[in-house]
């Protein structure tokens, strides 16, 4: 029962005077917990100032604070006031919830009143389904009798429908009486569904060129779910509309290291005037994306160091400017100014030139530096060098010097694909013979085919850990370092290719090779796509006609069609004999048609099988106070006890050398990640140290000795913890979190 007084049952939200009256309420939305913040405001002759605030809509307790100056003194006071209606509603939600989720809201009603109240209490949501008794009912509701100054709790069931955002409105009111005032409160809330971790997505692109169709088979599932996924048909005049999945993989990568963040504003940036030609779903309005870049470029000026360089994650002070990192935040800073369509400091962009300049001497102080190969320094000041000559600065003669100090022995590829831009805006005297020389050496390293071609290259070791070299990399940096000097060679097209036919879902595999393939494809396709583009573009599904689009000169629009996954159930079915199905895009007209056909759906089992692809993972959950807390129930799943801590190891195991490994955890919808660093969030034994590694170095079998603390880095979110690593080394790591 409830506190306070008893309850009627549940109902369909009342009668229509009730309803009425739900609708009439005025309902509690913002919930900012700043209410007011006025930096500068001059008293009149009294000594008073005035400022009005507009409350938000929490009922809450307030601190105000002030702090007077002049010129020879200060003051500082404080004071506080509550905020509350006669009735109250409390709703209490989880941060989020994972698709498929089903939950019991719980919702507290307070009576502040002196009267014993009759109160009709009701839900309504969307993109959630209520559990009661009547299908497809938007709202339920309960009357409840409360005491005065009591409350009572109520619990509503849902689940999820869909992925995305979920709305819920609960409402409180008493009934119309003649004797007293009526009362009423209503608070509105919203919290993200997310995608189901078993997604799967595909894809795959292609070009006519003559008039000409295209038949693309396409294989229906079995055991999805008919409400999420679809195929969808992108189609185009320009290659580049076909990048935006790189473009969406940047945007949406979920860790936040300066690499990162760097990556991300250069890759956006390389096709900023793309992104203003068209919306792509998965990515927010121009303006949304634009303060979240803005953001970004403030994260980037708080990891500046005093000279000029940049860390991974901070500036602290017991610990250095990391070299590569340094020169590509450099590189991002360059570009955006460029552009001109970010606002970039001056301070931090000339401190961050001034590093470059000084790049060799700022690798010799670093106290690890001694261990780096010959190659990765030269890769480090050639990179350097090729940032100078983007902010164009005359570093030609800089570049020939270099490039007698090391030559090729000593110049990565990628090396002399940053040399070649820096020589190319210069006007040395053997600059053409150096070039020469250059480019007859990539020559002679690339691997051709009759279609594609790549270069085959390696660094030492560190390479990847101080350079996070790969070769697509390679081949995207030397592919635009090519259109500096040969712009019509046919090598600059099959390399193209070849890094058009490495994407994997639409993407290329790290935020490094994203954002470099990015620079480079927009180049070139801005080169080579002269002819004017006149033409219709019909798509069939099967035999339903789907979509017809015309182009007619140049655009970057790109039309997408989109065709639900419970159509293309519905359609199977119908035709039991044959499950696969054909898409046909048929051009007439003059100029290229790009497609990009894509598949994305999530099994209708969302407990899948482990596998291992090189880690092997494994989670444990235990009690910290009392054992009982957590149970593992028989088929698998895990039951625990509310309010209670909870604390989470992974062990992880691999059995070779890994580079810039992330470790992500994703939470229980209800569960909130403690911050362990905090007084009094644990106890003495529990709150030891959050990490701990056993790597094994030796060879003979032998049991892996323990050290402690192996990651670099640590992220709580709402949803989810995150450990990083540079280098992890063959062994078993353990890490937990509460």
Not at 46 to 60: A, F, H, M, N
Not at 184 to 205: Q, V, W
Not at 465 to 476: E, I, K, W
Not at 478 to 487: A, F, K, R, V
């Amino acid at each position: 029962d409830s506190e306070g007084g008893g309850g009627g049952g549940g109902g369909g939200g009342g009668d229509d005077r009730s309803r009425h009256k739900f609708m009439t309420t005025a309902v509690r939305s913002n919930f900012n917990p700043l209410a007011c913040w006025t930096p500068s405001s001059i008293t009149d002759s009294s000594g008073r100032v005035s400022i009005e605030v507009k409350l938000p809509d929490s009922l809450t307790r307030y601190r105000v604070w002030a702090l007077a100056t002049n010129d020879k003194q200060y003051g500082f006071g404080e004071m506080s006031f509550t905020v509350q209606l006669p009735i109250m509603i409390r709703p209490s939600l989880p941060r989020f919830l994972n698709y498929g989720d089903t939950a019991h809201f719980s919702v507290i009603l307070q009576n502040q009143t002196d009267q014993s109240l009759l109160l009709h209490a009701g839900l309504r949501a969307t993109n959630a389904k209520l559990l009661t008794s009547q299908t497809n009912q938007q709202a339920v509701g309960y009357s409840i009798v409360i005491q005065p100054s009591k409350r009572a709790a109520l619990r509503f069931p849902v689940t999820t429908i869909h992925s995305g955002i979920a709305r819920f409105q609960f409402v409180v009111s008493t009934t119309k009486n003649k004797t007293c005032a009526s009362f009423d409160d209503a608070i509105e809330l919203s919290l993200p569904i997310f995608t189901p971790a078993t997604s799967e997505a595909f894809a795959t692109y292609g070009d006519i060129c003559d008039e000409q169709a295209v038949l693309q088979p396409i294989k229906i599932p079995n055991n999805v779910l008919a409400q999420f996924g679809e195929v969808s048909i992108t189609t185009s005049s320009t290659a580049l509309a076909s990048l935006t999945d790189a473009i969406i993989s940047l945007y949406t990568y979920p860790y936040e290291c300066t690499e990162q963040l760097s990556s991300r504003l250069l890759g956006i940036q390389s096709l900023w005037d793309v992104l203003q030609a068209f919306h792509c779903k998965e990515l927010p309005d121009i303006s949304i994306l634009k303060t979240k870049l803005e953001s970004d470029i403030n994260i980037l000026k708080g990891r500046q160091y005093p000279n000029g360089g940049f860390g991974y994650w901070s500036n602290r002070n017991d610990s250095h400017a990391d070299p590569y990192m340094s020169v590509h935040v450099a590189h991002c800073l360059v570009v955006l100014v460029n552009k001109k369509v970010f606002d970039v400091d001056e301070n931090m962009l000339n401190n961050a030139l001034k590093y470059l300049e000084n790049i060799e001497s700022e690798i010799n102080k670093l106290p690890y530096s001694e261990h780096w190969s010959e190659s990765t320094r030269f890769s480090l000041m050639s990179y350097a060098l090729y940032v100078r000559a983007k902010h164009l600065e005359t570093v030609a003669d800089e570049a020939s010097q270099l490039f007698q100090r090391s030559g090729f022995d000593k110049l990565s590829l990628e090396a002399i694909g940053w040399l070649l831009v820096a020589l190319s805006n210069g006007t040395i005297s053997n600059k053409y013979e150096l070039i020469g020389l250059m480019y007859k050496r990539l020559k002679d390293k690339v691997n051709e085919t009759g279609e594609t071609a790549n270069f085959i290259t390696s660094y030492d070791d560190d390479g990847q850990s101080v350079m996070l070299h790969s070769n697509q990399r390679t081949d995207a940096i030397l592919l635009e370092s090519l259109l500096h000097i040969d712009p019509k060679s046919t090598l600059c097209t099959k390399l193209c290719k070849g890094l058009q036919a490495h994407r994997v879902n639409g993407a290329w595999k790290s935020t490094q090779e994203n954002c470099f393939v990015l620079i480079a494809l927009d180049k070139y396709f801005h080169i080579r796509e002269k002819d004017e583009p006149d033409f219709v573009a019909n798509i069939w599904f099967d035999n339903d006609y789907c979509d017809q689009h015309q182009y007619k000169g140049r655009t970057t629009n790109a039309y997408t069609r989109n065709i639900p996954m419970k159509a293309i159930l519905s359609s199977s079915s119908s035709n039991i004999s044959n499950n696969d199905k054909n898409l046909i895009i048929h051009k007439d007209g003059n100029g290229r048609l790009y497609y990009r056909i894509a598949m994305n759906y999530a099994p209708s089992n969302l407990q899948l099988k482990a596998v291992n692809y090189g880690f092997k993972i494994e989670r444990i959950y235990a009690a910290i106070d009392d054992p009982s807390h957590v149970q593992k129930q028989s088929d698998g799943t895990w039951k625990f006890k509310l309010q209670e801590k909870i604390q989470v190891t992974l062990t992880m195991t691999t059995t070779q050398q890994r580079y810039h490994i992330a470790l992500v955890d994703y939470l229980p919808a209800g569960c909130e990640p403690l911050n362990r660093k905090l007084n009094g969030t644990l106890t003495d034994d529990a709150n030891s140290s959050i990490t701990r590694s056993q790597r094994n170095n030796n060879s003979d079998g032998r049991r892996p000795y323990l050290t402690i603390g192996w990651t670099d880095h640590e992220n709580l979110r709402d949803e989810r913890a995150e450990a990083f690593r540079s280098i992890l080394w063959p062994g078993v790591y353990e890490w937990s979190h509460v």
